[in-house]
C-alpha cells in the first residue's frame, strides 16, 4: 500500500552543524508535501510545505527540496540551535479524486550545544 | 487567537466506558480532522470532515464516532473504551480538505485501563 518512509529515526549533531531528513513516498499522484515540528508534549507544528509544481523553497534557516522523479523529498536545517531539537515528521497528501495523506514515522533530532 | 482548542487534556477511563473529545477551531477553516498518535505508529487518520455536515472515515475509524456540530467544531466519541484504544489523540483544521498544512490542537492524552 502508499506509503512514506522517513530517514534517519534518530538524528545527533553538534550546535551550528546541518541536518537533513530524508522521506520517500511511493505514490505517485502526491502532489503536496509538509513538514512538522512536534516539541514535547505539544502537537505538530507546520513549519515549511512544498508543492509537486516546485523544486525547492526555503524560509531562513530551513529548506525544503523536492524529486518528483525519484519520488522523495528532504528537510534541511543549516546552522542548528538546541531550540530545533524535536520530531519532526514529513507527509505525502494526494487530493485528487479522493483525500489521502500519510505521515512519515518521525525523527527524533538531538542538536547538542 | 487559539486556534485550534482541545478538551480534555488528559483522561483516564475504565474499559467499557464513554467519552467524547471535543475540538473547536477559531480560524473559519471549512476542514477538520481526528488522528491518534502512538509510539512506533506514527500519526494516523481516524475521521475527517471536509466542510460542515460532511464526515468520511480515515485509516482507522473502528471504535470510534465523530459529530461535526457546526463549522468550528468537531467532537470524536468513543462509545466503548478498550486499552488499544489508549494513545494521544490530536484534532487539526484546514482551510480545505489536504490543499494546506494542518493547525493541530495542543492533544488529549487518553489512558483506558
Known amino acids: 500500500g502508499e506509503n512514506v518512509e522517513q530517514h534517519p529515526s534518530t538524528l545527533s549533531v553538534q550546535e551550528g552543524d546541518s541536518a537533513v531528513i530524508k522521506c520517500t513516498y511511493s505514490d505517485s499522484a502526491s502532489n503536496y508535501f509538509p513538514w512538522y515540528k512536534q516539541e514535547l508534549g505539544k502537537g505538530p507544528q507546520l513549519i515549511i510545505d512544498i508543492r509537486s509544481n516546485v523544486g525547492e523553497k526555503k524560509d531562513q534557516r530551513i529548506a525544503v527540496t523536492l524529486n518528483k522523479t525519484a519520488k522523495h523529498f528532504s528537510l534541511h536545517i543549516t546552522e542548528t540551535q538546541p531550540e530545533d531539537s524535536a520530531v519532526y515528521f514529513c507527509?505525502?497528501?494526494?487530493?485528487?479524486?479522493?483525500?489521502?495523506?500519510?505521515f512519515g514515522a518521525g525523527t527524533r533530532l538531538f542538536v547538542k550545544a | 487567537n487559539a486556534g485550534v482548542t482541545q478538551t480534555p487534556k488528559f483522561q483516564v477511563l475504565k474499559t467499557g466506558q464513554s467519552m467524547t473529545l471535543q475540538c473547536a477551531q477559531d480560524m473559519n477553516h471549512n476542514s477538520m480532522y481526528w488522528y491518534r498518535q502512538d509510539p512506533g505508529m506514527g500519526l494516523r487518520l481516524i475521521y475527517y470532515s471536509a466542510s460542515e455536515g460532511t464526515t468520511d472515515k480515515g485509516e482507522v475509524p473502528n471504535g470510534y464516532n465523530v459529530s461535526r456540530l457546526n463549522k468550528r467544531e468537531f467532537s470524536l466519541r468513543l462509545e466503548s473504551a478498550a486499552p488499544s484504544q489508549t494513545s494521544v489523540y490530536f484534532c487539526a483544521s484546514t482551510i480545505s480538505l489536504g490543499a494546506d498544512g494542518y493547525t493541530f490542537g495542543s492533544g488529549t492524552r487518553l489512558t483506558v485501563v
Open positions: 507527509a505525502a497528501i494526494v487530493n485528487t479524486g479522493g483525500f489521502k495523506t500519510i
